[in-house]
């Protein structure tokens, strides 16, 4: 049937894709996007590298699809670029092999390193897809690792097949550019010298910024957010990129993230201890919640108001806010359980807390992903209070999975949680705005009172928080219109 022929084809190019590798809210878009596009007919590719950190499980399924050298830089040699492919739920995985760039035991090093690495991989990427002799309508490039990839089109590879390709790139975080001297950027991509000048990849005349480069050249800028897209042309968030983003924001638009729902289902999700979904919520929480303070070493008291926090312990998190009023926040009503890696300053000092308030605070210094369900089902709260958020997934997820988002107004986090509002009884979560410790303690306490004074309340907002709508299912529909107008 017509109808189900595909309609667009779509390369996502980018540095990390869940369930393979995942560091962060990347990883869970560059899995969960392609899958809702797949649903609406659109066929999909997904490019990332062959890490050797990808677990054996996910090695084993990958097929060899093929192999070719690359010129890379001036020294004339030719660089292996391997093709490992997977498929699943309609959407096509290739890997990019290279022994050489990816052995490391993560994803990210340092940026020495790092620079060279992506060079190659934007670069075998799109000479993978020639390889492939697959020349989608849509290039859809992400973050710093990916932005060379229009910049590369529009030059060494512009009398190739692949040059019919629009480009599209997002910005899922703009504190990452990929910056480095000019030199040496130049050396490693073996891009022409005419790319190097103020418009495009140089800054402050002596550094190469690669994601400055990818927004000059790509055919099109999203971010994750509205309220991001926004915020970014304003000299607080825009990283120093203001001024070129203000340039170029013709080009700029705005899609909030969803989350995969298949995943993050709390009716069937298998880490948790009770199943539920929004009518059963208010009961099975409680069994959730024993079970999170049992696994945790919390006292177990299905009446302690449990606040919840998962995160990448980076300063971007508001986690300078929370360290100030942990004080505040401990009374004998409440507990806190923070999962996240990150800065020493911050892991340190959430063990030291733990150390402080045993049994009411739980420090659990890891990446984990069943540790993170069993908090996003057994809190009662959970805390988003970012300096700045591009979108945030957690509070996504938490509603998702009837936990009351506590949240600072920025980015995405503004455009997802509605503040309560007590007169009228609406809204998903709680709010404040200026990046204060004192006004999330107000927050924090505003959800307390309404838990302990006000329980039928706060159980309607667990409900409307439930049923919100948090799938993927309405951006892909804006990314799907967007890439329809990008190819007219
Ligand atoms: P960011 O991408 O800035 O880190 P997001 O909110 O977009 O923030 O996405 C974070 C993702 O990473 C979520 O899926 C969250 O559950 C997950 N995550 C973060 N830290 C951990 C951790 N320590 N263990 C397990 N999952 C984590
Ligand atoms: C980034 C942002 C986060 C966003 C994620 C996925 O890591 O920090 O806010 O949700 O990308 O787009």
Redesign the pocket.
């Known amino acids: 049937m017509a109808e189900n022929y595909p309609s667009k084809t779509v390369a996502f190019i980018g540095s990390e894709c869940y369930p393979f590798v995942k560091t962060?809210?990347?990883g869970?878009?560059m899995y969960a996007l392609p899958k809702a596009l797949v649903k609406q007919n659109v066929e999909v590719r997904v490019i990332i590298p062959r890490y050797a950190c990808i677990p054996e499980k996910w090695q084993n399924k990958m097929i060899y699809r093929g192999a070719f050298d690359m010129d890379l830089n001036p020294d004339g040699r030719r660089y292996y670029v391997g093709i490992m492919e997977y498929i699943e739920d309609g959407v096509i995985y290739d890997f990019i092999d290279n022994q050489e760039f990816f052995t490391a035991g993560k994803p990210y090093i340092n940026l020495i390193d790092d620079i060279p690495r992506f060079c190659y991989f934007s670069k075998a990427a799109l000479a993978a897809l020639n390889y492939m002799d697959w020349a989608p309508d849509i290039i859809h490039c992400h973050d710093w690792q990916a932005a060379l990839v229009p910049v590369y089109l529009r030059t060494l590879f512009a009398d190739t097949p692949i040059a019919r390709a629009k480009t599209m790139l997002t910005i899922?975080?703009l504190r990452f550019q990929g910056i480095y001297d000019a030199k040496t950027m130049k050396w490693w991509s073996g891009l022409p010298d005419y790319v190097f000048n103020m418009d495009a990849l140089v800054e402050n005349w002596v550094d190469a910024n690669m994601l400055k480069g990818g927004l000059a050249y790509c055919d099109c800028i999203t971010t994750?957010s509205n309220t991001y897209a926004q915020e970014i042309q304003t000299e607080f968030y825009g990283e120093h990129l203001d001024p070129h983003l203000r340039f170029h924001s013709g080009k700029l638009r705005g899609i909030v993230?969803g989350i995969d729902v298949d995943i993050w289902n709390p009716a069937t999700d298998e880490l948790l201890a009770a199943n539920y979904d929004a009518e059963t919520a208010v009961a099975n929480k409680k069994l959730n919640k024993k079970a999170l303070q049992e696994s945790m070493g919390l006292q177990v008291d299905e009446n302690k108001f449990v606040i919840g926090l998962v995160s990448r312990l980076t300063n971007?998190k508001g986690l300078d806010l929370v360290n100030s009023i942990i004080p505040q926040i401990m009374d004998e009503f409440t507990q806190l359980v923070v999962l996240g890696t990150g800065d020493s300053v911050y892991e340190d000092s959430f063990r030291y807390y733990e150390n402080q308030y045993k049994g009411s605070l739980c420090a659990y210094i890891q990446y984990n992903e069943g540790v993170a369900h069993s908090i996003y089902a057994g809190a009662d709260a959970f805390l988003v209070p970012s300096l700045f958020?591009?979108?945030?997934?957690t509070q996504l997820i938490a509603m998702h999975y009837g936990t009351a988002p506590i949240v600072r107004e920025t980015?995405?986090l503004k455009d997802t949680v509605e503040p309560y509002n007590w007169a009228e009884n609406t809204g998903n979560g709680f709010t404040f705005d200026r990046y204060e410790s004192g006004l999330l303690l107000d927050a924090i306490n505003r959800a307390k009172e309404l838990y302990f004074e006000h329980r039928e309340q706060f159980d309607e907002i667990v409900v409307r928080d439930m049923e919100k709508d948090v799938s993927w299912g309405n951006s892909a529909d804006k990314y799907l219109e967007l890439y329809n107008q990008m190819t007219q």
């Open positions: 962060g809210g990347l869970d878009v899922h975080n994750v993230n971007q958020e591009p979108c945030g997934l980015g995405g």
